[in-house]
């Protein structure tokens, strides 16, 4: 099992960057993958960006360019940069790992971008 805890969400401006962190109760060097999902009000939870084992990396079409998905297996910690954010990635956003089958979920942290 792995407990996932999100951290660095908050209001900013449109325009504006904020960094989101994973924090992992275990080690997260042998998870398949790792991932950062939203949900919007009264919209279905998509995923934002998932990154390997292998450091291999996809981004919904919205976010490419202006987000960075990272991992550190060092500090079993997974990031997102958020970078140009608009007031559409208005969202709570759920760290995710996919661990042999089972599918783990941190509680949220909420990203509100002003216009």
């Known amino acids: 099992q792995v407990q996932l805890v999100e951290s660095g969400g908050g209001l900013v401006q449109a325009g504006g960057s904020l960094r989101l962190s994973c924090a992992a109760s275990?080690?997260?060097?042998?998870?398949?993958?790792m991932g950062w999902y939203r949900q919007a009000p009264g919209k279905q939870r998509e995923l934002v960006a998932r990154?390997?084992?292998?450091?291999?990396?996809n981004y919904e079409d919205s976010v490419k360019g202006r987000f960075t998905i990272s991992r550190d297996n060092f500090k079993n910690t997974l990031y997102l940069q958020m970078n140009i954010l608009k007031p559409e990635d208005t969202a709570v956003y759920y760290c995710?790992?996919?661990?042999?089958?089972?599918?783990?979920w941190g509680k949220g942290t909420l990203v509100t971008v002003s216009s």
């Open positions: 990154i390997t084992s292998g450091g291999r990396t």
């Open positions: 995710n790992a996919e661990d042999y089958g089972r599918v783990y």
């Open positions: 275990r080690s997260i060097f042998s998870i398949n993958a």
